[in-house]
């Protein structure tokens, strides 16, 4: 079918002739990093996506073998369907589906495998972390939360890499405590340099899936269409849907850091400057608050910024309170042996923002190296967090509007620097119990709404994990970026060029 056959199918305007791969599987295809992973909703087509690459792979006279396993025979037939459909798409000769059986030690294991003139093949194997005994090439390990032993399947997968393999894994959430959601937390605390990807429902369909799947089906795509889909999907995975088609795994309201983990980590003689006013402190006239904050900024506060050690690099966390709760400026010096630790901590009660802004300016000014801030710009605080982005660089001042995927990226981190022994805070009760009002809420460390305690908010907490991201943050480039060599871009473009319409059904059980 040619390309203008397509877009004049039902369903979509003549505008929008569709790649066969969708952006977010564009991407996945693209990434050619030795070891990626994907969380992700459900029935998306990324593991359809994943078979055509592998098919590419497999067939190229350099190629490599490929080795699926999932948690199931059925998810494995389906897989190898996937495989048979793009070969007769890209016109790659390849072998019928040949049914196998590979003996063990305890049952013989049922497989499914093609094979490619080049001499490679892909084949469908159960999770038995034996199975991958003597092989080498691609390993996929799809739904890698419901395996029954994940750590296991990983170890053996992994040992591919020392003869230039790679792993591919992919998976919906099976909880917080689940193998495959540790390993996505390692991922984002540092510990493991792996390529992650991450594609909820509502971003599969920004990039295209309810249009596409209305090309396939012959149905009239419409906002409201799409609208009322999306619904019924979200309605038919409730109350899982967080789990099912955000990525959120679920779990307990528990806590995230334990109260030992948080005082090993407590040094005596840091100072916490707490400075509350009364209400009445904000009728006074603005000179003569100016004029008592300049002398107990030069009192209490430009002794610390004098006792800094020069040679230190300073970032600043803030979060923001006018009144009930605290403002909370919280410094990280970051040492030679890249070391951080809070050398003080500045709590503001019931300061009007002229007075916040004026400190907080004082601070910033005075701290040797600065390299970067990160402010509460949520609310009120965004005015005091845009006015120091003008005053010191919209490259330093970053202005977070916390969200639970900003939550989720940027606590796992703040928590692995407690358990590594990298960050060091006051030996301080309010600050200590601050830091233990973050739960784990529907799968996301977080500060809850109402913590129950009267006057504090979790706020220290909060802006040390500002200053934590601001500490970590490069000067240019923050984001990922993901490998794409020629070889991958090559296949992604031949994949681009199938026609996605008459058979693709045969697909559409790894969807």
């Given amino acids: 079918m040619t390309a203008a056959a397509i ?9 929008d002739v569709p790649a066969v791969l969708l952006p977010y599987q564009q991407r996945w ?13 459900r029935r998306i087509g990324l593991t359809w996506a994943e078979a055509g690459d592998d098919v590419l792979i497999a067939a190229e006279a350099n190629g490599d073998n490929v080795y ?38 305890d049952r013989d294991i049922l497989t499914y495998t093609i094979n490619f003139p080049s001499g490679r093949r892909i084949q469908a194997l159960s999770s038995r972390p034996r199975n991958l005994r003597g092989k080498q090439g691609i390993i996929v390990i799809d739904e890698a939360a419901f395996h029954e032993n994940l750590g296991e ?9 020392i003869w230039g393999g790679k792993v591919r894994i992919i998976s919906t959430h099976d909880g917080v405590a689940n193998a495959f959601n540790e390993l996505i937390n390692d991922i984002r605390a540092g510990k493991k340099s792996y390529s992650l990807h991450r594609i909820t429902f509502d971003e599969a369909l920004a990039d295209g899936l309810y249009k596409r ?16 889909w999306a619904a019924q999907i979200r309605e038919h995975y409730a109350p899982n849907d967080a789990e099912e088609l955000d990525c959120i795994p679920n779990q307990s309201s528990g806590r995230y850091l334990a109260m030992g983990l948080v005082e090993a980590r407590a040094e005596q003689g840091i100072p916490v400057l707490r400075l509350d006013k009364p209400a009445s402190f904000a009728l006074q006239p603005v000179a003569h608050r100016q004029a008592e904050m300049a002398v107990w900024l030069a009192q209490e506060v430009k002794p610390l910024l004098e006792a800094l050690d020069p040679r230190d690099e300073h970032v600043l966390g803030e979060d923001f309170a006018r009144s009930g709760d605290s403002t909370e400026i919280v410094p990280l010096a970051i040492s030679q042996n890249l070391q951080r630790r809070v050398p003080f ?24 190296n600065l390299r970067a801030a990160g402010f509460d710009a949520r609310g009120n605080g965004g005015q005091i967090a845009e006015a120091m982005a003008d ?31 990298l960050i060091t805070i ?13 739960r784990v809420i529907a799968g996301v460390p977080k500060v809850p709404e109402n913590t129950g305690q009267k006057g504090r908010h979790g706020d220290f907490a909060i802006a040390l994990c500002h200053a934590w991201r601001a500490s970590q943050r490069e000067p240019e480039v923050y984001a990922y970026e993901p490998v794409t060599s020629a070889e991958s871009r090559e296949r992604a473009d031949r994949l681009h060029s199938v026609n996605i319409t008459g058979g693709f059904g045969a697909g559409q059980g790894v969807w």
């Fill in 29 to 41: 295809v693209a990434d050619d990093a030795a070891v990626k992973i994907a969380e992700k909703s």
């Fill in 426 to 438: 006051p030996a301080d009760r309010d600050i200590r119990d601050d830091l233990m009002q973050i």
């Fill in 213 to 228: 799947i209305c090309l396939v089906t012959g149905q009239t795509w419409t906002p409201k269409g799409e609208r009322e």
């Fill in 391 to 421: 005053e010191f660089g919209h490259d330093v001042i970053e202005q977070i509007m916390a969200t639970n995927v900003w939550y989720m990226e940027n606590m796992p981190p703040m928590k692995a620097a407690f358990e590594d022994a």
């Fill in 68 to 105: 699926y396993i999932g948690p199931t025979k059925d998810m494995a037939f389906e897989f190898i369907e996937a495989c048979a459909w793009w070969c007769r798409s890209l016109g790659e000769a390849a072998s019928e589906i040949q049914e196998g059986v590979m003996p063990d030690e």
């Fill in 153 to 161: 399947l990983l170890k053996a997968a992994l040992a591919m890499l």
């Fill in 345 to 368: 901590v500045i709590e503001l009660h019931n300061l009007p923002f002229d007075q916040q802004q004026q400190i907080i300016h004082y601070v910033l000014a005075g701290l040797p």
């Fill in 7 to 15: 877009a004049n199918k039902p369903g979509l305007p003549p505008e």
